[in-house]
């Protein structure tokens, strides 16, 4: 089991590198430079700014020392930041995102999964149909919908809340609620549709034969066996929305890493850009190392890495 | 199961605190004045030296004062007092009041020169440093762009209240200049406490000498504004705290004003904008010294002829165009704006005409004519031969919804008219602006702002060789008059010159103008007292906010 671990630390990292060498070589293919202004800048400036980037150093050595700084953590300077680096930056907007990012998670886990399986349960009932049909809706309207329609309709007409600052704890409600609608309907269609493959299994049957009560067999066997799926998904959304998204951002007007890292490709930040990538890249490749962890807390089968009798 | 219950309790307690820590600020019932303005996107910078935006431009400009004050097109006096320009025209003083920066401490000339000199130093890597060519200051032209010593600079300091500079021609629109904040006094304790302007946006650190000082810097959601006791016109400052924004939606903007929390905003969504303009007193427009325009790629030999240049510049209807994006810009018939006021007081473009373009499609009928005389001259067998010829050609803009907008009406304009059928094609920003200086294309859109107030700020870019002369092209006697324009000492011939060198330039038709930018806002009425400098920047310094 130790072994597994450590060729999976070991890909992680191997992944890492990879995507660190294509992102650089991919942002030197990209055409436009940072520098590129309205008025051309004089060239001794230019000659200035490319010196203090190290953009005049030849390719490999600018690509070493680039992979050098990411063990160390440091991105170097943003282009368009003057002055801050982009470790800072991080350090500064990801909070945000990772607030609401927590928040849409936790909402998703604590609605979406108890939805789902109350639609199992009921199935074929008003509370199912009521629930899906919901559920439907959120995973064919896309979050910036939701989230423009939650502007205009809260902020706008009613005035209930303040359509921007996450000063009170009410403005967090359109962000959370725009960031996490696809993900909780989606969710609760899992779930619901992964409970109704379980419910059906034999040994179901066996298990309330054999005199458990309802609520046991449900618990014990039902739902552990049904969250394999959700806990899969899970994983990768998380590191989804804690990353931060650009047009929710954008919407609530939010200081986060999303928009941020959206903005900088369009400012040519090179070293934004790349910082970010790496960033996202390393949170996404811990959350699937993290699912396949907490798999094997709920399937012993997965932590023995090998077939057994149930 | 339990193990799973248990990591679940886990999370949630951890998101609980999360969440938590975020502390609720409830604003109390405030008796201050205080003004809510969308500043837009987060500045870059909002040090007067390396900015080069005009949202940064808003900001500085409340909360830094230079030499003489814009506001719509008037001088007022500033840092300086007053002011007088030798008979020559060569030399100009300032005399200082005895001011303070925001520290408490004197703000003197050597201020001025220090920050002046930061600004041309290629070390300081300002975007803005080429404007010092314009300023026509002895050496310092050749500080920014030849390795000149800084030394060699003629602006000098005889006493801490007065500076004296020497220009190499009489530069009618110095004085005013010098309220553009790329002219205001930086505090150099401030400037070396954080490299690269963070001093700027530190409310540790930054130290001002304009009505405002910041108090707070949230990077991208907003900024603090407070006014400044230092302020040598404090007594005349009414607002006591500005919160600015960085909302970049315009919606999200345009919903929170419609509700009461923001008082300004610098931009509206387009779609509301013809029912403003129409309805609301809140809505004010003004015109931008700017011109919207297309190039034609004049190394193609495809647009040698300069009949065709013309009847593809008649084949446009002006006013549709500027119906449609309904923000106050106006049909442009030439290439210099409204606004610039000639050595007899009278405006520039007005004096000009309309060169024959059209603002409508009166001229449709004219461009037929002139296409098929176009045709024969370049050697077609006839009009059907060079409509042919034209297919497929591309007219190139940077991706935006705007543009596109404008470009399709062209296109549609083009067909009805000419029978053209052309291609619209769109690049990202950064890769547009190589394109089109490399020349890679065949018609490109164009727009230029210029900076202060004279119209050679826009003429000059079409000199031979210039880096803005996107066209590529080249005209002698054009050259030669922008330089007798430049280096006359008279102002009456510097007009006279200007006003033939436009004549070349929409003789020519190295480009077509299409409209005239234009700035909009929308300002709650009991914001009152508000201000805007011909350059474009916003001036709360004599507002009231009355709610």
Redesign the interface.
Known sequence: MNNYYIKRILSAIFTLFIIGTLTFFMMKLMPGGPFARERPLAPEILAQLEEKYHLNDPIWKQYIDYMIGMIKFDFGYSYRELGVSVTEQIILKFPVSLRLGALATLFVIVIGIPIGIVSALKQNTWVDQLAMFIATIGVTIPGFVVATLYVSIFAGSLQWVDATDLDHWSSYIGPVLALSFYSLSFVSRLTRSSMLEILRQDYMRTARANGLSKVRVLYKHALKNALIPVVTYLGPMFAAVITGSFVIEKVFSLGGIGRYYVDSVGNRDYTMIMGVTMFYAAIYIVMVLLVDIAYSWIDPRIRLGKKQGD | ?K??LL??TA??I???V??CT?Q???TTEQQPMILNWNIGA?P??IDPT?N?ASDGGDVINQTFEGLVREVGGVIYPGIAESWETSEDGLTVTFHLRESQWSDGTALTADDFIYSWLRGMD??T???Y??IWEYTNIVGALEA??D?GDLNDVEISAPDDYTIEVNLLYPTPYFVSLMAFYHFMPVNQTAVEA?????WAKDPEIVVCNGPFMLSEY?????LTLVKNPYYWNAEEVYIDQING?????E???Y??Y????LDVLPTVPSAMVSALIAESPEFHVFPLLGTYYYNFNMDDPMFENVKLRTALTYAIDRSAIVEVLAAGQVPATGFVPGGFIDNEGNDFAEECGDYGIPTDDSKFDEAVTLFAEAATEMGYADAAALIDALEGTVVLYNTSEGHKLIAEMVQESWRQVLGIEVVLQNQ???????TR?NGDYEIARG?WLTDFMDPAGLLAIFTTGN??NDPNWSNEEFDQLMADAQSTTDIATHFEKLYAAQDILMAELPVIPVYYYADIYLIKDYVTGWGRSVLGSLDFSHARVDR
């Not at chain 2, 924004?245 to 939606?249: E, G, K, N, P, T």
Request: charged share 20%; no cysteine.
């Open positions: 199961m193990k799973f990591v679940l999370l949630v951890s998101f609980a999360v969440a975020e609720s600020t409830d987060d870059q910078t390396l080069g290629p070390a890597a300002s975007e440093s080429w920014v762009y390795g954080g490299a690269e302007g963070i949230e990077a991208g959601v907003g924004d960085f909302i970049d939606l919606t999200t903007a919903v929170k419609t509700a009461g929390d990202d920003w950064a890769v547009f602006q190589d200086e727009g880096a803005y």
